[in-house]
């Protein structure tokens, strides 16, 4: 079955500093990844994707990701954190054939100190 | 361009009753997707609907249940309800069925 690993429940960074988020996935076949972010109060908003091709993706926000496929894994970076960027953030894993089933790693709260 | 809507954002039921959220997706977009989330299990999908039907389902008992109507409005029901029913049920809409989805802001149930 397929499952996505969010290893860091909660992540603390500075004002400027830059940050990384993991993300693992179990799957057969290579999956669909996504990275979501929600606000309190709010429901949840696509940061990016990825499909195939590059496995380095650009997304909004100044957040990019980049698939491993070796190490089954699709992390979230970002250069310099913005206060505004404190949300949780969620990974998610879907599938061809799938729709729009997702499945969403357990996420990783984001505070940001400044 | 509208985003999606759920209505009501808020609402307390008690155990044993019903309850019946409501969801309008983007104009244009006729998937409709209903997720599930909790402290606990996190976000869990519930089902899907395009053009009225049901193309996807998850693991959730037969008290949950969807329409879709002909305007790709979109309604869940829950019967008999349970304290873990306790959550916020979120909608999504797509045009894509790539899992490229628009979240609108949930309803918020609460189970006494």
């Known amino acids: 079955a397929q499952s996505v690993t969010q290893p860091d429940i909660h992540i603390t960074v500075s004002e400027g500093a830059s940050l990384e988020l993991r993300c693992n996935y179990s799957y057969g076949a290579t999956p669909y990844l996504f990275w979501y972010v929600q606000s309190p109060g709010q429901g949840l908003q696509l940061l990016l994707k990825y499909f195939s091709g590059d496995t380095l993706v650009q997304g909004i926000k100044g957040f990019e990701a980049e698939f491993k496929r070796s190490q089954s894994s699709f992390n979230l970076r970002k250069p310099s954190v913005h206060w505004s960027d404190a949300a949780e953030y969620f990974c998610a894993v879907g599938f061809s054939g799938g729709y729009n089933k997702l499945i969403f790693g357990a996420g990783t709260r984001l505070a940001v100190h400044p | 361009k509208a985003g999606v809507t759920q209505t009501p954002r808020y609402l307390i039921k008690t155990r044993g009753q019903q309850v019946t959220l409501s969801c309008s997706p983007i104009?244009?977009?006729?998937?409709v997707s209903w997720y599930q989330q909790t402290p606990g299990q996190g976000l869990q999908f519930l089902f899907e609907?395009?053009?009225?039907?049901?193309?996807n389902k998850g693991n959730f008992p037969g008290r949950f249940s969807g329409r879709q109507f002909s305007n790709s409005r979109s309604e869940m029901n829950v019967s008999t309800l349970e304290l873990g029913d306790s959550a916020l049920y979120l909608c999504?809409?797509?045009?894509?069925?790539?899992?490229?989805?628009?979240f609108g802001e949930g309803s918020r149930l609460t189970v006494l």
């Open positions: 104009s244009g977009h006729r998937s």
């Open positions: 999504a809409s797509s045009l894509k069925p790539t899992g490229e989805l628009f």
């Open positions: 609907y395009f053009s009225e039907t049901q193309r």
